[in-house]
């Protein structure tokens, strides 16, 4: 069996840069995994990929020239259908054989062995080893077929009839297995060795290729072309720090999307230093970068205190012996750019934010819900209510809600959406509103994505709570919540910005109180009855997925979350407690004890709040009675100390009483009063046992 290394590209026009990625790794990963399913690479073959521009390409080692013949044992039928009782082959039997072109001279050859609980015919045959030509045909066709594409198109072929769909019209297909051409076609094409490279400075073209270990040499000596994604990628970051330091004192701006979109827009990346007229440095530098990153796929510079400066980096994709002119018209292009910026920002400043508030009464938050401007009247109102909860400026918290949206108005939002929140910032800042009125107007939009930073201040963790919790009680009222993977009101992301103020910030705040404030800010007719309900019992889901995200064990995180917490500030010192308890030595049994407790009191009917102590009969009821006495005091004491860890490891104590309990009492006793009494005093030992967290939900 001759194994070689194997090479397949497929040469194309200009691939969607924001999908180069995924479609390089896909396209070479299920070409690799169907030869290895076919047995004609082996489990340790090594995949590279390669993405351009212009091409999908993949260097697979170790590829057989044939797959291994295999032995396959088929089964027939059962024994009782395919033989009759002298041992001869049935109707059926004959009938399948045929169907696999045999027949009943292979009766002896067929083995009988047991099919779940009856016995079956097998037979037992050498399937011939998949050839490459074969098996990389299939390979590739799964490879395109399996391709994340963004959206298809269609073309025609050369010959003027034929239609094609793909991503984009294709030119050429290389496969090499060695140095020899395995005779495939994809998309109207049939393998060759010849590619072709850049489109200006390749040394030759096209570009025949030798064998399938040179691909990547020949194409950056002959094509000039860097095929490998990773290996552009850190060429341009190089290149990047390289033409930075050249500068001076000077950093490009990190923003690996951005490296990776420009990765897939060159194929020999050549960094260039540009500037602009410092008189743009006057628009906000947030401004300045966007346009450069969002329009141009420029590298903005910053100083060493991470402010904008008036150079950027291009990656060109030429390496013109003089390259002013390509420096040149890069500079010419942005200018139009910075000076639509500087002429929003200037326009916009004419009036003031506050102007803008009436405006948003014309523009629709949700046709269910209402304007803008209604949502901001109602965030005035609740982000007031949590201020004072906080012990914050109410009429601070109140002021920054009210302009929270007012930017949405502004032309530089307009054409920027990207920067609601940070404009509205500036232009308070301008209109002379209070700090921590413009402050808040930015941070309430945080945080934005998972591991974003949190609002700074009560006044913006006010108005950034009340935000949230608008759009959730808004959205889930109407009926409008996230399911499945589909949440296009970012609901799951609000839940999960609301639970970590709460928590990271320690607000002393209760969650319910906050919704069922937010629901009746609404009119009662807009949303349903129950919406502080549902969203509560939808954030104790979000609660529990964020708790493991951050470490903490799924019993753990259960034994808390099942009480339905409404003080989230509290939650991390109580996951902190069951902890500590549940390494304790009585952790188990007691865990275990309160798994029965639960049991038996959700058979009762009816559990009473107090113990008669004339109706403890057995002497390890009153035991316990008396421990249950001695202890609670202690446990309520942690408790109002917020001291959960020594609540819990109270409990410890009860252990010997317990256990003797459940030794020497009968819990449903045939006496009445008796029994009511028994489950009295199971039920004072659970409110205590699970004052902190419901243990019974431990594996200990």
Known sequence: MTMKNLLVELFVEELPPKALKRLGEAFANTLSDSLKAQGLAGADAVVTAYASPRRLAAHITGVAGQAADKAVSQKLMPVSVGLDGAGNATPALLKKLGALGLDAAVLPRLKRAMDGKAEALFYDSMVKGATLEHGLQKAIEEALARLPIPKVMTYQLADGWSTVNFVRPAHALVALHGADVVPVSALGLSAGRETQGHRFEAACHPVSIKDADSYAAQMEAEGAVIPGFAKRRDEIARQLDAVAAQAGDARPIEDAALLDEVTALVERPNVLLCQFEEEFLAVPQECL????????????????????????LIVSNIRPADSSKVIGGNERVVRPRLADAKFFFDQDRKRPLASRVEALDRVVYHNKLGSQGARVRRLMKLAGAIARGL???EALAARAAELAKADLTTDMVGEFPELQGIMGRYYARHDGEDPHVADAIEAHYKPRFAGDTLPEGNIALAVA???????????????????????????????????????????????????????????????????????????????????????????????????????????PARLAAVAEFRALPEAAALAAANKRIRNILKKAEAVGDSVDLALLQEGAEADLH??????????????????????????????????????????????????????ALLGGLARVMNSVADISELSV
């Not at 609540?647 to 449903?668: I, N």
């Open 465 to 571: 709570l009340a935000e949230r919790l608008d759009s959730l009680t808004g959205m889930f009222g109407i009926g409008a919540v996230p399911t499945g993977d589909k949440d296009p009101f970012a609901l799951r992301r609000a839940a999960l910005g609301v639970l970590r103020m709460l928590m990271e910030r320690y607000l002393p705040l209760d969650l319910m109180q906050l919704l069922e404030m937010a629901q009746s800010g609404f009119d009662r007719e807009q949303i349903a009855a129950s919406t502080a309900v549902d969203v509560f019992q939808f954030m104790q889901e979000r609660l529990r997925v964020y708790l493991r995200e951050r470490g903490a064990l799924q019993d753990e995180v259960e034994s808390v979350v099942v009480q339905a917490p409404t003080r989230i500030d509290r939650v």
């Open 391 to 393: 012990g914050a400026d």
């Open 626 to 679: 008396q421990a249950l006495l001695a202890v609670t005091p202690e446990v309520e004491a942690a408790l109002g100390n917020l001291d959960y860890t020594a609540a819990l490891t109270r409990l410890a104590g009860l252990r010997a009483a317990v256990d003797r309990f459940f030794d020497e009492v009968m819990v449903m006793a045939d006496e009445p009063l008796i029994r009511a009494n028994r489950l």
């Open 289 to 312: 970068i966007l346009t450069m990153k969002a329009n141009q796929k420029y590298f903005p510079l910053l100083d060493a205190d991470g402010r904008l400066t008036n150079r950027f």
